[in-house]
């Protein structure tokens, strides 16, 4: 495998950093509740950095490193990760929903040409 290989690695998909966040409170016996005090925040932004659906920032990711013992670094990485990965299947999905509107139209045109 070459360089050029490695470094263009997309994987199929990727967990949140939630999910890490989640298995490392189930080994720990916390709650999300416990660990939004502990980053002094409210449940509701813990509840939705673990969903994915709130990006962790750098004072979260230095929170979780203190906690966890996993660098600041660690936590920024996959946050970047997930987030890249989401814009890929995003701008993906929209390649796939205009190739169909092209398709609807060429089909669309074909059968109005044809009578």
């Known amino acids: ?7 263009r690695y997309e994987p199929d998909s990727v967990s949140p950093p939630g999910s890490t966040i989640r298995e490392l409170l189930s080994e720990r016996g916390m709650t999300e509740r416990e660990l939004a005090q502990l980053l002094q925040t409210s449940e509701e932004q813990v509840d939705a950095i673990v969903r ?8 979260v990711a230095q929170g979780l490193s203190r906690i966890f013992d996993l660098s600041a670094a660690f936590w920024m990485a996959r946050e970047a990760a997930y987030r ?13 929903r205009r190739s169909r509107a ?11 040409g044809a009578r």
């Open 84 to 96: 890249r990965w989401q814009a890929a299947q995003a701008a993906l999905e929209d390649r796939r």
């Open 102 to 112: 092209r398709r609807t139209a060429a089909a669309s045109q074909s059968d109005h």
């Open 52 to 59: 994915g659906a709130a990006p962790i920032t750098v004072p």
């Open 1 to 7: 495998m070459t360089d050029d290989q490695v470094d």
